[in-house]
């Protein structure tokens, strides 16, 4: 089961801040999953996993609610 | 502190930050933490106004509708812009600024002391500059207790050795 972290309401940087906060208490191949509202956050987090190792395995969009599902670098 | 250029191979930034206005503290803070967050190791030099951003109180910043063209503030269903003369009546820079910070917590936009903090906490060094100190006659205990004191040789052999240098 993924860790579950609530961004809504955030504007940038926070979600990108509170991501890694939280990926730092997991282990590699763990799984992250992020609710945002930011629009901005999609670009954002695709740069943020690209450059930390981690693999975005999901990022969608439903109604106006932003959900990633980060997998933590190994 | 540590000097020494990382040992790790983790990229470098560094950041000069000139201004002390509640508007101009954002771009400074914002990527500090995100290059934190995304690995890099980031040195900030606060040197004259922007000093103030680390006294330990961050309640006196404001901003400016001075020269500030770019500035159209969300108000009464449309985009007021501010004209100068708005800035000579006594209280107006204080009472936008009022207003700047409540739109700030309306749009979920942290505040700047949230993200002082997260640059503390993500090991972001924070560089006093020694000269303003003594030009504005700032004592140590004005500022905050996680800063380094420093002057320019400090920043230099920082930014020599640093991937991104930032002047803001």
Known sequence: ?74 | MDNTVSIENSKTMTIIVTKGSLDWAYPPFILATTAAAMDVKVDMFFTFYGLQLLKKDLDHLQISTLGNPGMEMPMFGMHMKMPNIVSAIPGADALCSTMMRNLIKKKGVASVEELREAAVDSDVNLIGCQMTMGLFEWEKHDLMDEIEIGGAATYMEKALNSDINLFI
Do not use: W
């Open chain 1, 1 to 74: 089961m993924p860790t579950e972290l609530d961004a809504k309401g955030m504007n940038c940087p926070m979600p990108i801040l509170k991501a890694k906060k939280a990926l730092m208490q997991l282990e590699a191949n763990d799984t992250l999953r992020i609710e945002a509202t930011d629009p901005g956050s999609v670009a954002d987090f695709d740069a943020f996993c690209r450059n930390g190792g981690h693999t975005l395995e999901e990022s969608s969009e439903d109604g106006g609610v932003y959900t990633y599902l980060i997998r933590k670098a190994s």
